[in-house]
């Protein structure tokens, strides 16, 4: 039996993030009354509580802030060792997404590495994952 990787639950909170990938895009909630960035989503701006929010397309490009090199086989899905960086975006410097670094060596990974988004679909979701961006102008 092929082992697989668990996939998130769409829901209407949620949904926008977990498919905006098949357009190439990483959108984050927005709240179009004070322009709080807000991630994971909410129905309400912890900003100014208000409830005019929208998901927003963001470049996908950021720094990566902290990094782990995962060495433990949690399912066959991916071959280990891997590198686990939580990333900072350009766009919205208050929000951050923890991913996977897609890299031929995960010891390449480093704090301060730029990066960007990429994405994989599986099954009716877009995976955000993260790859090297230091030669991008």
Known sequence: M???RSLPVLTPLN???WTAGHRGALEILRCRSCKHWLHPPAPICPECLGRDLAPTP???Y???EAVTINHYPWTGAV???YAIVLVSFTDCP???LTSRLITADPDSARIGMRVRIVFEQDEDV???FFEN???DV
């Open 2 to 4: 092929e082992s697989r």
């Open 15 to 17: 949904t926008f993030f």
């Open 62 to 64: 950021g720094t990566v």
């Open 133 to 135: 961006a230091e030669g």
């Open 79 to 81: 071959p280990v060792p």
């Open 126 to 128: 877009w995976l955000p």
């Open 94 to 96: 208050n929000v951050r």
């Open 58 to 60: 963001i470049s996908g």
